[in-house]
């Protein structure tokens, strides 16, 4: 082991024993030691060999020790288990400008984050800016540093991709050059996580089209160069390749292009046996191309009904349109109002009145405040004055704004024995209640559905929010059968949150189907903390729709006058 590799470890201790709380000097102690080392002009090696590590000024038997330790074997026990009682993301949040090791050990300690993920969707919530000596702006830093940090991760959550895809194919459209244009893979079948951006183009002067593509201003790399197919990296990290085709073989390539892999292979089986080839050039019977203008003309060949790019993931939907069973799935345009909104009596940044404004231009007809229970300190959790204040003012504004409506909710924390914040007098007062899990999530499967299950058999509960606990690329959901949480909340009468929040979109769209056929209802929440935040609906309609939802399927449907015997337990 080199010097260099010797002083990284000696400083990484250093920071290690700051965010553990030890003595400072004890941690200056290995900062100066990994400076010293650095700084040798004489061979590490030799020094231990000859022992004369001890007589360099600073080093006691301790330190001495552990550096003839990593020269000898390359590596150090001590360092590794220290490494081992803290958790690995701490140490990552160090890579964010700003964040020392004591701010790092106060965002911990405080609000129990242990990873860039987490602490991303803290500042989303506005929790880092009232802890003691962060505030407005470290709070904005810190969110700037994490999205800095995420940039070459390999993986993307859905809004970033589709921002920059639709920067792309807005600038081929507007060249005047192609003819017809889409993002094609896993983003046009709105997945939740996208690794790379595909866009399918057609055009008769392919040369012009690619030089376009590949000067773009997001363009940081092109990586390859073709007349029909280009790749580059854009600006974040993201790669995108380009493909351009005549424009008869367009439909056969945007479908191909979409995927998913298990609808392809799926669609080729059933086209076999038809004795029809399907590839990206088109549909073949011998040697004769079937001519297909769209997409639905080739679903047509096969006697099916057109199949939306969000169900294409070999999920039944190829019995389903062959037996007219796709059912018409829910739209951004069906959407009535809002559930589960955060104002600033608890961790929002905006009032209530902010809100029913924004939601009114947006054109729903009412909004569910909800903001955090008492337990939910962190987050300003309401105590019963607070409620009392708040409803009060949400009667004002009932009055002002005619035509539209604020409905009293409350997002009670599920405590880990099941039960929820408020004496039932309090909870009679809602209109409704979000129940939802955030904390102690590493609990056994048993455990976690059986304290949730518990929550549903409330009857003071109307929604389970967020069911798994889930955050996208940094939090994996909590252990808990879902079929035994499905069932319940059917026999309840509660309803499964789609949670709109692109970090959270929870439930997976992979549940929603069998909780659909189960008889669950839905309810699409942006559980919005700033204003903004409210346009993440269009990403928990995305979920439902891969999730094979309908209009029938999701509460926020249905007109005010429905909510009482909705919500009535």
């Known amino acids: 082991m080199d010097k260099r590799e010797i002083s990284e470890i000696l400083n990484d201790i ?69 490494k081992k ?54 709070q904005h830093k810190v969110l700037e540093g994490i999205e800095n940090l995420g940039k070459y991760a390999g993986r993307y959550h859905y809004p970033f991709a589709e921002a920059m895809a639709d920067e792309i194919t807005t600038s081929l459209k507007a060249s005047g050059l ?88 799926a669609l080729r089986h059933i086209a076999k046996q038809e004795g029809i080839k399907v590839n990206e050039y088109g549909l073949f019977r011998g040697e004769e191309l079937i001519k297909c203008r769209s997409e639905e003309d080739i679903f047509k060949v096969f006697g099916m009904s057109y199949i939306p790019p969000e169900l294409r993931e070999n999920n039944g939907e190829l019995e389903a349109a062959a ?52 337990t939910a300190y962190y987050a300003g959790g309401l105590k019963v004055d607070d409620i009392k204040r708040q409803h009060e003012e949400i009667d004002r504004l009932n009055e002002k704004y005619a035509g539209f409506k604020v409905l009293k909710g409350i997002e009670l924390d599920i405590l880990p024995d099941g039960s929820v914040d408020y004496d039932e007098d309090t909870l009679e007062c809602f209109d409704f209640t979000i129940a939802s899990v955030h904390s102690s999530f590493k609990m056994d499967e048993d455990k976690m559905t059986e304290r949730v299950i518990k929550a549903i058999k ?26 035994e949480i499905i069932n319940t909340a059917v026999d309840e009468g509660v309803i499964l949150e789609i949670n709109a929040n692109p970090h959270r979109l929870d439930l997976d769209w992979r549940f929603c189907k069998a909780a659909k056929e189960a008889g669950c209802k839905f309810v699409i929440s942006p559980d919005a903390h700033m204003l903004d935040g409210i346009d993440d609906m269009v990403y928990g309609v995305n979920i439902a729709r891969k999730g094979w939802l309908t209009v029938e399927d999701v509460i926020n449907t249905m007109d005010l006058s429905k909510m009482d015997k909705l919500f009535s337990r």
């Open 14 to 82: 250093g920071v290690l024993l700051e965010i553990k709380g030890e003595s400072f000097f004890k941690s200056k102690a290995y900062y100066e030691a990994s400076r010293t080392i650095e700084l040798l002009e004489e061979d590490i090696e030799t020094l231990v060999k000859e022992d004369r590590l001890k007589d360099i000024k600073g080093f006691g038997e301790a330190l001495t020790k552990k550096i003839s330790e990593l020269v000898q074997t390359g590596k150090l026990e001590y360092y590794d288990e220290l």
């Open 85 to 138: 009682s803290i958790p690995q993301g701490l140490m990552e949040m160090l890579r964010i400008p700003g964040l020392g090791p004591k701010k790092v050990r106060a965002i911990h300690e405080q609000l129990g984050i242990d990873s860039i993920g987490e602490l991303k969707y803290a500042c989303v919530e506005n929790r880092l800016r009232k802890l003691p000596g962060f505030g407005d702006k470290t």
């Open 178 to 265: 192609i003819i017809r244009c889409s993002e094609a893979g896993s983003l046009r079948r709105k997945k939740e996580i996208v690794k790379d951006i595909d866009i399918i183009a057609s055009s008769d002067r392919s040369q012009e089209v690619m030089e376009v593509f590949t000067t773009h201003p997001l363009v940081v790399q092109v990586t390859s160069k073709g007349t029909t197919k280009s790749s580059v990296v854009l600006a974040g990290g993201i790669n995108a390749d380009l493909r351009v085709v005549s424009d008869e073989e367009y439909p056969y390539a945007l479908h191909h292009f979409t995927g998913s892999k298990e609808h392809n292979t």
């Open 323 to 374: 037996s007219g069973g796709i059912p018409r799935l829910l739209e951004m345009q069906h959407i009535k109002g809002v559930f589960h909104a955060h104002s600033n009596y608890s961790d929002g940044s905006n009032t209530i009145e902010e809100m029913v404004k924004y939601c009114m231009d947006k054109g729903y007809k009412y909004l569910g405040i909800t903001d955090h229970s008492q």
């Open 458 to 483: 409330n009857r003071f509960v109307n929604i389970l929010g967020h069911p798994t606990g889930r955050l996208l690329l940094s939090r994996e959901p909590f252990k808990i059968s879902m079929t």
